[in-house]
């Protein structure tokens, strides 16, 4: 090798050598500047495309997931449950003539698919007596920590039989309340709620008291069940189905499978999706009614037996309450096993993420696609009020994109 190669070569090799120091150091005042914005009451831990954890803080610290805990009601979801998994709505005919329609629990029986269940009846009835709803597969009332008597979407109750999300969307067109929705008609069973309020427009929430939510879906169904031809003799009332004497005439299962509610879910942060859900995991694993309590032993058996976390602390399955608790260390383990359905998350650019706000609280949990292609995971939990997990992610994309 003549002199002249060598001293390339040399000045090739340091060359390489001060642009990997100007790396790592580049890197290290990244993770520096990281771990700063993370407080006392703050969590982070990061691992790369090989499970080795490059960056913690307070990482064993049990702290507030908000709706990042969708990722963990998901998973538990699609253990139990399954991804091809349909919500179904049955529907019976009793000795008397009384139709009967048992609800179990599908987040997403709104107008149209009533629409399709009205068309199917249309065809196998002529008329019938009293419309009877049944939401006994879910106790009623089923209260969840968290969830407020307001107005707002994000505190809509959960049940068996639900339709529209609990919601009716309202607005006044010369001087008189109509619907805000083209395929859903404003009922005088809601008007009724709407003249009691003070809103002009928007949405109301039905509630649990006196089985107006029940009831309502039973309004709805029969309002198109006549636009059908289908005639109702009789009343609209709570009651339950007889398996042993009614007869089944239709069982409508949703077109929607559970991997479609779930990205669904992620991409609104649906609280009421989020905990029907947890409601039937409930059923399936310890028997109807599904309760809270159903729910929380399925997620938690789940969490020990599957995830191996055992410092898991949950009260409802959409992340809404304070009293769930989990330390960052744990929630890895949630994201590793999520690893496969990441496509069911928000995506932006190189990250895949679910993020999670109450007040005072910021979290983010996810994955984030290195310049190889590969995917590191993260979670960042800032219980710190004023704190920004998105910001602490922004520098955490910086660092690894």
Known sequence: MTRQKLLLILIVFSFFCLFSDAQNLYAETKISDILQQIGDNDAII??????????????????????????????????????????????????????????????????????????????????VNDVIVDDSYFKNPTVIPGITKSIEPYDSPNGALCVNFNTVNFMVSKGKFISAEHQTPLLPFAIKKITKSSARKGRILLTSDQNEIALYAGHLISYFLEREGIKRRGKIRVGTVNTETDSLILKYDSPVLLDEIISRLLFHSNNFIANQLLL???????????????????????????????????????????????????????????????????????????????????????????????????????????????????SLCGLIE
Do not use: C, Q, W
Request: glycine share 8%; charged share 25%.
């Open 280 to 394: 039937a995991v409930g059923a399936k694993i310890n028997g109807p009614p599904g309760t809270l309590e159903k729910g929380i032993s399925a997620i938690n058996d789940y969490a020990r037996d599957i995830l191996k976390i055992n410092d898991l602390s949950i009260s409802e399955g959409s992340g809404i309450s304070r009293e769930n608790m989990i330390p960052a260390r744990s929630f890895l383990k949630i994201l590793a096993e999520f690893e496969p359905y990441r496509l069911l998350m928000k995506h932006n650019g190189s990250e895949y993420f679910k993020t999670g706000t109450l007040t005072g609280i910021s979290t983010r949990a996810g994955y984030i696609e290195g310049r190889d292609g590969k995917l590191y995971k993260f979670v960042i939990m800032t219980n710190s009020n004023g704190n920004s997990a998105e910001k602490i992610s922004k």
């Open 46 to 127: 990061v691992s790369d495309p090989d499970d080795k954890i490059f960056i913690e803080k307070n990482a064993d610290k049990k702290l507030i997931p908000a709706s990042t805990l969708k990722l963990l009601t998901s998973l538990a979801a699609l253990h139990y449950l399954g991804p091809n998994y349909r919500f179904s709505t049955e529907l019976y005919i009793d000795k008397d003539s009384n139709l009967k329609i048992k609800g179990y629990g599908d987040p997403l029986l709104t107008s149209e698919f009533i629409i399709v269940i009205a068309k199917n009846l249309g065809m196998k009835l002529k008329s």
